[in-house]
């Protein structure tokens, strides 16, 4: 038996496979030139579960550069000033010093960042050396700069290595020709503190409810490829017991009204938990108790939002759930993102979901001739093997 006689009828079957993927479209609103499509469940039980299928279109079924982002970045600063006040000037060896002390006692240390100072002196650059004394008698060196005021340019600040906690500073100058003066000398503690809010949204998905041997399972429909935050309990039974779930591990849950004073905690952290099944499972150990009466669920997730560009007069698509073995597109506007999120940024939502089927030819490349051969012997084999034992029964 030759591969060409068996094949054609069979690859003109095969040319052409159904591709089943969900669309959805994005309605542009807002004027500003970048846009942000925040990420729905539906979107998530469907598309594959690292969202590497998710594709933007534009009306001309071209792909629309996007990234995924899901957390803000915020900077916070904070600054605390502390005066210094001269308490000698003096020329020691050629070299000129300025001792300076802290204008007011402290309980604690006094933690400084950096040294500032003013000066009405100008066209001048000096090379300093910076000391620092817990009582004005004993002096350790901390580090050496240069302070200048040149043609308009001014360096008046004094950066330490790493924070310094003495109460007595002293300046030394190599000389001091020009006679500078400073008017005012200010100790600095400068804090700087990144914080990541995460997108948390919630929902409250349909659930089912099933008591049995002693256990109670709150079985969840909807949260397949979701990274789950927390699960709230809904209740008005009064009850203290261990619930688990995947990825969550067990912890004590209870809610109790004694002597009019309530005590609740009815929340399960999930820990970004991500579930691959259809169904979500929480369980209740009752014991001897009675199941408890579950009226209501609400789950919080971790939310994504996909980046764009988006102008007001065109029409965007949102496409996923074709593949589910691609890798995720990768788009140069992902290199500039912090730039982007910097500014302002259109908040979108998806329009309804469609489900659709999408025929599309087989590369010539992806046809494995061997795997529809050996598929095409086996049949035969199977049908002939069939045809002789049913003649053998007559």
């Given at each position: 038996?030759?591969?060409?006689?068996?094949?054609?009828?069979?690859?003109?079957?095969?040319?052409?496979?159904?591709?089943?993927?969900?669309?959805?479209?994005?309605?542009?609103?807002?004027?500003?030139?970048?846009?942000?499509?925040?990420?729905?469940?539906?979107?998530?039980?469907?598309?594959?579960?690292?969202?590497?299928?998710?594709?933007?279109?534009?009306?001309?079924?071209?792909?629309?550069?996007?990234?995924?982002?899901?957390?803000?970045?915020?900077?916070?600063?904070?600054?605390?000033?502390?005066?210094?006040?001269?308490?000698?000037?003096?020329?020691?060896?050629?070299?000129?010093?300025?001792?300076?002390?802290?204008?007011?006692?402290?309980?604690?240390?006094?933690?400084?960042?950096?040294?500032?100072?003013?000066?009405?002196?100008?066209?001048?650059?000096?090379?300093?050396?910076?000391?620092?004394?817990?009582?004005?008698?004993?002096?350790?060196?901390?580090?050496?700069?240069?302070?200048?005021?040149?043609?308009?340019?001014?360096?008046?600040?004094?950066?330490?290595?790493?924070?310094?906690?003495?109460?007595?500073?002293?300046?030394?100058?190599?000389?001091?020709?020009?006679?500078?003066?400073?008017?005012?000398?200010?100790?600095?503690?400068?804090?700087?503190?990144?914080?990541?809010?995460?997108?948390?949204?919630?929902?409250?998905?349909?659930?089912?409810?099933?008591?049995?041997?002693?256990?109670?399972?709150?079985?969840?429909?909807?949260?397949?490829?979701?990274?789950?935050?927390?699960?709230?309990?809904?209740?008005?039974?009064?009850?203290?017991?261990?619930?688990?779930?995947?990825?969550?591990?067990?912890?004590?849950?209870?809610?109790l009204s004694v002597n009019?004073?309530?005590?609740?905690?009815?929340?399960?952290?999930?820990?970004?938990?991500?579930?691959?099944?259809?169904?979500?499972?929480?369980?209740?150990?009752?014991?001897?108790?009675?199941?408890?009466?579950?009226?209501?669920?609400?789950?919080?997730?971790?939310?994504?939002?996909?980046?764009?560009?988006?102008?007001?007069?065109?029409?965007?698509?949102?496409?996923?759930?074709?593949?589910?073995?691609?890798?995720?597109?990768?788009y140069d506007i992902g290199?500039?993102?912090?730039?982007?999120?910097?500014?302002?940024?259109?908040?979108?939502?998806?329009?309804?979901?469609?489900?659709?089927?999408?025929?599309?030819?087989?590369?010539?490349?992806?046809?494995?001739?061997?795997?529809?051969?050996?598929?095409?012997?086996?049949?035969?084999?199977?049908?002939?093997?069939?045809?002789?034992?049913?003649?053998?029964?007559?």
């Open positions: 038996m030759k591969k060409s006689s068996c094949l054609p009828a069979l690859l003109s079957v095969l040319a052409i496979l159904p591709l089943f993927a969900h669309n959805a479209d994005i309605e542009i609103t807002g004027e500003n030139r970048y846009k942000s499509l925040r990420l729905i469940p539906a979107i998530y039980n469907t598309a594959h579960s690292k969202l590497a299928d998710l594709l933007i279109k534009d009306r001309n079924s071209e792909n629309v550069p996007y990234f995924i982002n899901s957390s803000l970045q915020e900077t916070n600063t904070g600054r605390e000033t502390y005066l210094l006040i001269l308490i000698d000037s003096y020329t020691k060896d050629n070299s000129f010093y300025f001792d300076y002390k802290l204008a007011s006692q402290r309980s604690g240390d006094t933690v400084a960042t950096s040294m500032e100072f003013t000066t009405r002196n100008t066209d001048f650059a000096k090379s300093v050396d910076v000391s620092g004394s817990h009582d004005g008698i004993n002096w350790d060196f901390v580090q050496s700069d240069t302070l200048y005021s040149v043609e308009g340019k001014s360096k008046l600040a004094i950066n330490f290595n790493r924070p310094q906690k003495f109460t007595h500073y002293r300046l030394r100058l190599g000389n001091n020709l020009e006679q500078i003066f400073f008017q005012s000398a200010n100790l600095v503690y400068s804090t700087e503190r990144n914080e990541e809010t995460w997108f948390i949204e919630s929902l409250n998905p349909n659930f089912t409810v099933e008591s049995k041997d002693k256990k109670t399972k709150i079985i969840i429909d909807g949260l397949r490829n979701l990274r789950l935050c927390d699960l709230v309990i809904e209740t008005d039974s009064m009850f203290i017991r261990n619930v688990s779930a995947p990825g969550a591990g067990k912890k004590e849950l209870y809610n009019d004073t309530v005590y609740n905690d009815t929340t399960l952290p999930l820990g970004r938990h991500i579930s691959k099944d259809e169904t979500y499972t929480v369980t209740i150990d009752d014991a001897d108790d009675r199941p408890v009466n579950i009226k209501g669920i609400t789950v919080r997730y971790y939310a994504d939002d996909l980046i764009f560009e988006g102008a007001a007069d065109e029409t965007y698509t949102l496409e996923f759930g074709a593949d589910n073995v691609k890798t995720a597109p990768v290199r500039y993102r912090n730039e982007i999120l910097k500014g302002p940024v259109d908040r979108l939502s998806p329009g309804p979901i469609r489900y659709t089927e999408i025929s599309e030819a087989i590369p010539e490349s992806k046809i494995n001739y061997n795997i529809i051969f050996n598929t095409v012997v086996i049949a035969v084999a199977f049908l002939l093997g069939l045809l002789i034992v049913l003649r053998l029964k007559k």
